[in-house]
């Protein structure tokens, strides 16, 4: 099992918008968390792993790779933590680089403030 202090974030998410018209095989996703406190701007391999509006997704963010998540993770990726930006109201950017497949999460500091770190794995299972 991860220790809390692997896992950097865990949350459920409500898939409001999937777009595929700029590149073949990358959809970029809309997201908002289960208690509309997130929103996940996410890259995706469509080809790979195709989601639609309207879907729920778990997606967790972990400081390190290990079974618990692996094995029941339907798509993962490693990736880079290049900027945090801190916003207004107490609520910050978070943007990460999954070898040029992109992240945007924003939301209070008080959930994304341990996605410091300079890499993480993401972990999305439906």
């Known amino acids: 099992?991860?220790?809390?202090?692997?896992?950097?974030?865990?949350?459920?998410?409500?898939i409001n918008s999937v777009d595929s018209q700029k590149f073949?095989?990358?959809?970029?996703?809309?997201?908002?968390?289960?208690?509309?406190?997130?929103?996940?701007?996410?890259?995706?391999n469509s080809e790979l792993y195709p989601l639609?509006?309207?879907?729920?997704?778990?997606?967790?963010l972990a400081s390190t790779l290990q079974d618990a998540f692996k094995d029941s993770a339907d798509y993962i990726m490693?990736?880079?933590?290049?900027?945090?930006?801190e916003g207004e109201k107490d609520r910050v950017s978070v943007y990460v680089s999954f070898g040029g497949l992109?992240?945007?999460?924003?939301g209070p500091y008080k959930k994304l403030n341990r996605l410091s770190h300079?890499?993480?794995?993401l972990f999305i299972r439906k």
């Open 78 to 85: 490693y990736g880079k933590v290049y900027r945090f930006d």
């Open 52 to 60: 639609k509006p309207d879907e729920s997704i778990s997606v967790q």
């Open 102 to 106: 992109l992240m945007c999460l924003e």
């Open 1 to 14: 099992m991860l220790s809390t202090d692997t896992i950097l974030i865990d949350e459920i998410f409500h």
């Open 24 to 44: 073949d095989r990358v959809s970029r996703i809309v997201a908002i968390s289960s208690l509309q406190d997130i929103e996940m701007t996410l890259d995706i």
């Open 118 to 121: 300079d890499h993480v794995y």
